[in-house]
């Protein structure tokens, strides 16, 4: 057994009320500036719906992810080392700017500058932001908002194509009439990436200490192969540095012990953030398994309880420090995922073993019981429609188990017995027996649950611990002897300039004489941001550290 430790997100999608709040900051934090303007590390899509780019999750055209060969070994969608040599200056597999969407920009003068006394009201119109010329609005990141112009388009999604066809019929058919949720996406930092086996230069890698995966800038040489590999489409292509770029966890935020950005602004606190350990020797058999419907228990498989003094033991013979086991114990990712089994992990069928996992939301559920003439506060009635309503059951098994209806409806079953349970508790005291012998579960559990859920405060949902002390003395030696790291590069991710440094020295507030003539940034036990002699600054992250 190797042990390892990955920071990990599990997001409650019952409460996600579709503001993009985290969409808005993750931009401004990341990607805004020249050569992002359609990225987007953070979106969030409304389901059903055919998403961000189009139709990202149709394997059978962008051949992403990983698939078993003839004989059962797992072997990457996009073919092996040759074929991706062959297309390695025209790949087919590359979504388009259409996709996508043309970013827009306006040209505000015209409001400005417009002459007192005119007849007509100046209007500014739309230019494309890659060529300037003019152009109509078509798609955007955010088009199928709410289910926006889904009466168009979103039969086309590709977990309608894969349900029953009975199933899809009645969606088709009723949709205004069946559900609606927001589901946010961020890249999945997976166990096992398919990004990072594609990439011809080694760009991509996945950090040994926290399993966050990331592109090395120096190393990127834009062949794009990532893009095509990852079945999410979380990786973007800055067309300004022709680099790949991708969501980074907000590592430095998470190396301080502090949540990622979008966590951290998250309007309806869905967003749960923790340490799991996972046994790296079981990654590639957990991704092998035969059928795609046993992936979810295979992967759950791999991650090691925190509370067996055997794994603590192994955790801090490998290096890991008391912080970091401890954080593992407390961590509610692993409680959501593997205690109360309530937490789906997306598209595990791709078999990249994902990292972000979701906890799937009852609401559509009571509405159709609401719907139905039935008592939406009584478990047996929302049982009864979770068994007879094959839609959204249908629908969330092609998105969380691979199309497992059964173990999406157990999950459905759980929250709903959650809820009945404790609205029994707090009005009249009685205690449902019947209702925890059916989801297996005690009474302690369901009410730590649902505390979890519900009214957990920001020190439950996040978990993190402060980044190793091991690393700072090298960190320290490598930020005065090299130019920084590779992401303190020109149109760098996250960077912006000075201004963009600026920025991120200012939000941790603790600056100190480095000793060198410099400032250092000190946060947590690492040093972040460093001001060289000569008014340069730059993350002092060491892109050579031992990759996994």
């Keep these: 057994m190797r042990i390892r430790a990955q920071v990990a997100m599990v997001m409650n999608l019952d409460k ?47 051949h992403g992810g990983w698939q078993l060969d003839r004989k059962g070994r797992l072997t990457l969608r996009s073919g092996g080392r040759v074929k991706r040599l062959t297309r390695i200056f025209s790949n ?77 019929a009645k969606v088709k058919f009723e949709f205004e009439k069946t559900f609606m949720f927001h589901l946010p996406r961020i890249c999945e930092h997976c166990l096992n990436p398919a990004c990072v086996s594609a990439c011809p230069s080694g760009a991509m890698y996945k950090r040994e200490e926290d399993g966050i995966v990331l592109v090395d800038q120096n190393k990127c040489r834009g062949w794009r192969m990532c893009v095509s590999a990852c079945p999410y489409k979380k990786v973007y292509v800055n067309h ?54 046993d992936l979810l228990d295979a992967q759950r498989d791999v991650f090691l309880d925190p509370h067996d003094p055997v794994v603590r033991q192994a955790a801090l013979d490998a290096g890991m420090p008391e912080e970091w086991v401890e954080a593992a114990r407390l961590s509610p990712v692993w409680r959501l995922i593997s ?35 039935r008592d939406d506060t009584d478990a047996d009635d929302v049982f009864h429609t979770i068994r007879d309503l094959r839609i959204p059951v249908e629908y969330l098994a092609e998105l969380f188990t691979a199309g497992d209806a059964d173990a999406a409806a157990g999950v459905l079953m759980k929250l709903a017995a959650m809820r009945s349970y404790m609205r ?55 930020a005065t002897a090299s130019d920084g790291c590779s992401l303190d590069c020109e149109g760098g991710p996250g960077m912006g300039g000075s201004d963009g440094i600026k920025a991120v020295t200012e939000r941790f507030h603790l600056v100190e004489d480095g000793g ?14 460093t001001r060289r002699p000569d008014g340069r600054m730059g993350l002092t992250i060491d892109p050579t550290r031992e990759r996994s």
């Design 424 to 478: 029994a508790r707090t009005l009249d005291g009685t205690f449902a027996q019947e209702l925890l012998e059916g989801i297996g579960m005690t009474g302690e559990q369901v009410e730590a649950m649902y505390r979890l859920l519900a009214i957990a405060k920001y020190d439950e949902r996040y978990v993190i611990p402060t980044a190793y002390t091991k690393d700072a003395a090298a960190l320290e030696a490598q």
């Design 240 to 293: 300004a540095t022709g680099k790949a770029e991708k969501c980074t966890f907000c590592f430095p935020r998470i190396e301080a012990g502090q949540p990622t950005i979008c966590s951290e602004t998250c309007v309806g606190r869905l967003r749960y953030l923790g340490i799991v350990f996972y046994d790296e020797d079981a990654v590639l058999a957990a991704a092998s398994v035969k059928d795609e419907r």
């Design 16 to 62: 996600c009320i579709g503001c993009h709040t985290c969409s808005v900051t993750c931009k401004q934090t990341w990607t805004n500036r020249e050569g992002t303007e359609y990225v987007w590390f953070n979106n969030v899509e409304t389901k059903p719906g055919i998403g961000y780019p189009k139709h990202y999750e149709d394997q059978d055209r962008w």
């Design 92 to 168: 087919p597999d590359l979504p388009s700017i259409d996709d996508y969407y043309e970013p827009a920009t306006f040209d505000k003068d015209i409001l400005v500058g417009a002459p007192a006394g005119l007849n007509d009201t100046p209007v500014k119109r739309p230019h494309s932001a890659l060529t300037g010329e003019p152009m109509t609005v078509e798609w955007g990141a955010n088009w199928e908002d709410s289910l926006g112009g889904a009466h168009e388009r979103a039969d086309q999604d590709p977990n309608i194509t894969g349900m029953p066809p009975e199933a899809a």
């Design 516 to 529: 060198d003539g410099g400032d250092t940034v000190h946060v947590g036990r690492r040093e972040l941001v």
């Design 339 to 373: 205690e109360y089994r309530i937490a789906l992990p997306l598209h595990p069928e791709y078999r990249t073993l994902p990292m972000v996992w979701y906890v799937p939301p009852l609401s559509p559920v009571l509405d159709a019981t609401g719907a139905a003439g």
